[in-house]
């Protein structure tokens, strides 16, 4: 009876160990997805200043911030945060902050399309991911680590 039970078990750890072997290439992959998706929208903001400031103005109704203020730091979470992420250098501060600018983002618009709200919803998953699990052995924090032990 308990050979019968170890050969399914046997099987299932090598299933999960061969699984965990891609675990790097996912990491690395939500954190290029994510730091994308969030440094175009950066450089979007970036491109047409005052566009953005009435944005901030009309649009985004940031809580406790000027919209100048907002505008400034919105814009540069979304320029330095994706490029930390996508280093994985502070993987996890960044994950941290992108996840501010994601929430902000959702709870400052009067009104988000289903569609777009899916969108914030996927990059907010990666995101809990990356900070739980951290940015992975493919980064720089992981190469860090090693080097200093």
């Known amino acids: 009876m308990i050979a019968a039970l170890n050969t399914p078990i046997v099987l299932a750890r090598r299933a999960i160990a061969l699984l965990e072997q891609f675990q790097p290439l996912a990491?690395?992959?939500?954190?290029?997805?994510?730091?994308?998706?969030f440094f175009l929208s950066g450089l979007t903001k970036l491109r047409d200043w005052e566009i953005t400031v009435a944005l901030f103005t009309d649009e985004y109704h940031v809580p406790l911030l000027s919209p100048e203020v907002a505008a400034v730091m919105?814009?540069?979470?979304?320029l330095v945060l994706p490029v930390l992420l996508a280093l994985g250098l502070a993987g996890r501060f960044a994950a941290a902050g992108l996840s501010v600018v994601n929430?902000?983002?959702?709870?400052?618009?009067?009104?988000?399309?289903?569609?777009?709200?899916?969108?914030?919803?996927?990059?907010?998953?990666?995101?809990?991911?990356?900070?739980?699990w951290g940015p992975g052995r493919w980064s720089v924090d992981a190469w860090l680590s090693r080097r200093l032990g």
């Open 74 to 78: 919105g814009t540069g979470g979304e």
């Open 27 to 37: 990491q690395l992959a939500a954190r290029l997805f994510v730091a994308q998706a």
């Open 103 to 132: 929430v902000v983002a959702v709870l400052s618009l009067a009104e988000v399309a289903p569609a777009g709200l899916l969108q914030h919803q996927w990059w907010g998953s990666l995101l809990l991911a990356l900070l739980l």
